[in-house]
């Protein structure tokens, strides 16, 4: 997933070029979605829900409305659930304070 067109966009990785799946890293576990069962996304500011055809992830932090942009352009290529100390880090910044995945349905 990792390569030269994966660049940090703060909390979040974007390809440039777009990005087949989205790779999701929590402390437990690590999912890879592809963005071919994309369906929608929703939510604000504070919260985003991106829902796939067999998972959804929930985010929540601040100033998500970029991570809306890029996951409207497909561009977002890895999220990763922070470690406690950096979730109040980068204030004034996009900040994401907490991401988990269910099984849709």
């Not at 997933?1 to 070029?17: C, D, H, T, Y």
């Not at 369906?39 to 601040?62: C, N, P, Q």
Request: charged residues 25%; aromatic residues 6%; neutral net charge.
């Amino acid at each position: 997933m990792r390569s030269a067109l994966v660049v940090s966009e703060g909390p979040w990785q974007v390809n440039e070029k777009g990005a087949h799946a989205l790779e999701v890293v929590l402390h437990k576990a690590t999912y890879v979605l592809p963005w071919s069962q994309f369906l929608y996304a929703e939510g604000g500011e504070d919260e985003a829900r991106l829902v796939f055809a067999t998972h959804d992830v929930m985010v929540k932090g601040s100033r998500l409305g970029a991570l809306l942009t890029d996951v409207a352009a497909h561009r977002l290529a890895a999220l990763a659930e922070p470690i406690s100390p950096d979730r109040f880090l980068n204030r004034g910044a996009p900040c994401v304070r907490e991401v988990a995945v269910r099984k849709a349905g």
